[in-house]
């Protein structure tokens, strides 16, 4: 069987999903495993240069540079995709960093800030900037990943895990709201939450998982936490 009719036959092919973080590596990975199942990938970051090496790795992608953090921003990036290309069928949010160490005493401001920034109000804007668009998707999907330190946190990962937790809880929120506006034909928006002890070594997973969410029944999908690695 060639790629093209290997593409072909994954479920998330023709879609149109937003990779939001696409500079990262897991974002070049997943990326690119979007656009090997024959999805339309839109690729967003902050650093156009970057953004660039990302266009260079994935075919057909299509680049958007914005600084997710500034809901204005957002709002623009939103209409901007709406006029050129139309609505969204995904959103895969993988935009972080992390700070941490120096035990409770050391979880500083500075550090909450950045983390609250890049992991909580990057997600925020983009969910409701694109909600309308995953609702009337037939097959929408919004997908993080997570840390297992939200089960077992640290004093020196304090505020990681916070911010990491107020992630989760924001995504279970949209998911509930996929499964309160279902159709009476069924839910066909879903969220999933991916969860690692550290990202590095696992994009190629992540890759794959992100690919096969559109493989599976949206109900029996949404909210889960799943486990890499």
Known sequence: MTEAADAAR???AGRTVLVAGATSTAGRAVSVALAG???RV???????QRLSEVVDGVPGAIPFTCDLADVVAVTDLAERVHA??????????????????????????VDWAFL?????????NTTRSFNADLLASPAGRLAIVSSVSVEAPTPGGANYAAAKSAAE???????????????P???????????????????????DRVVALWDVPAA?????????G
């Open 116 to 124: 609250h920034r890049n992991i909580v109000s990057t997600l925020r």
């Open 84 to 109: 050129g290309l139309g609505m969204i069928d995904g959103l895969i949010h993988l935009v972080g960093g992390w700070r941490g160490g120096g035990g409770l005493a050391g979880q500083s401001d």
């Open 220 to 228: 029996s999908v949404t909210n889960t936490r799943i486990p890499l």
């Open 169 to 183: 809880t924001w995504t279970r929120a949209v998911g509930h709201g996929f499964a309160k506006a279902a159709p």
């Open 37 to 39: 199942a024959g999805a």
């Open 42 to 48: 839109i690729v967003v970051g902050s650093n156009a």
């Open 185 to 207: 034909s069924g839910q066909t928006a879903a969220t999933a939450i991916f969860v690692v002890r550290a990202l590095d070594g696992l994009e190629p997973e992540l890759a």
């Open 10 to 12: 994954r479920f998330v």
